[in-house]
């Protein structure tokens, strides 16, 4: 299986943390690109299908997420490197993937 992110960036450019496999599929982030350019979360099949879940937008949302995802029961959790209130980055979760 093989999937490389698109010229455009809509998809996420230079994903560097860990994949986390949950039931088929693999979820991941990358710090750049995205929708504003300031990281997503995606996911891929094994099969090679990629879709974007979440794309940051920066401000109190969170930008440039650079750590590995962790499944907690269904919900994703990561965080940010820039963001939140004081800009020093975010929590945040993802369910319903």
Same mark, same amino acid.
């Given at each position: ?14 994903? &560097? ?7 088929? %599929?693999?979820?991941?982030? $990358?710090?750049? /690109?995205?929708? !504003?350019?300031? =990281? ?20 109190? &949302? ?7 995802? %962790?499944?907690?029961?269904? $919900?994703?959790? /990561?965080?940010? !490197?820039?963001? =939140? ?13």
């Amino acid at each position: 299986m093989r999937y490389s992110f698109k010229a455009n960036d809509a998809d996420g450019k230079y994903p &560097d943390a860990d994949l986390t496999y949950v039931n088929g %599929t693999l979820y991941g982030t $990358t710090p750049f /690109g995205g929708a !504003h350019g300031v =990281g997503s979360v995606f996911k891929v099949t094994t099969s090679g299908t990629e879709s974007v879940l979440y794309s940051f937008a920066s401000g109190s &949302d969170g930008a440039y997420p650079e750590a590995s995802l %962790t499944n907690v029961h269904g $919900t994703l959790y /990561g965080t940010t !490197h820039k963001g =939140g209130a004081h800009n020093r980055g975010t929590v945040y979760s993802l369910s319903g993937f």
